[in-house]
């Protein structure tokens, strides 16, 4: 299902949402929780992804990011 794009590595922290970027590069901005604003982005690793048009691009659990086919109707 899943396609490897880059091996990256990146390792989670807890309180944090982990993203792709325009640029294609990873970053991440802290949560919101409990009335609390987020905070804003910032980068964890630069890659400069090229994204195609009908791929989902994402961080998958080895810390790698990985693209997998959109099902539209």
Do not use: C, H, N, W
């Not at 390792?11 to 009335?35: C, N, P, V, W």
């Not at 690793?45 to 539209?72: C, H, P, T, W």
């Amino acid at each position: 299902m899943a396609q490897k794009v880059a091996k990256a590595g990146v390792t989670r922290e807890e309180g944090f949402l982990y993203f792709i970027d325009k640029q294609g590069d990873i970053s991440r901005a802290k949560m919101a929780r409990g009335g609390k604003k987020g905070g804003k982005p910032q980068k964890v690793q630069k890659l400069g992804i090229k994204k195609e048009k009908g791929f989902l691009y994402f961080i998958d659990k080895q810390g790698d990011v990985s693209r997998a086919k959109m099902v539209r109707r």
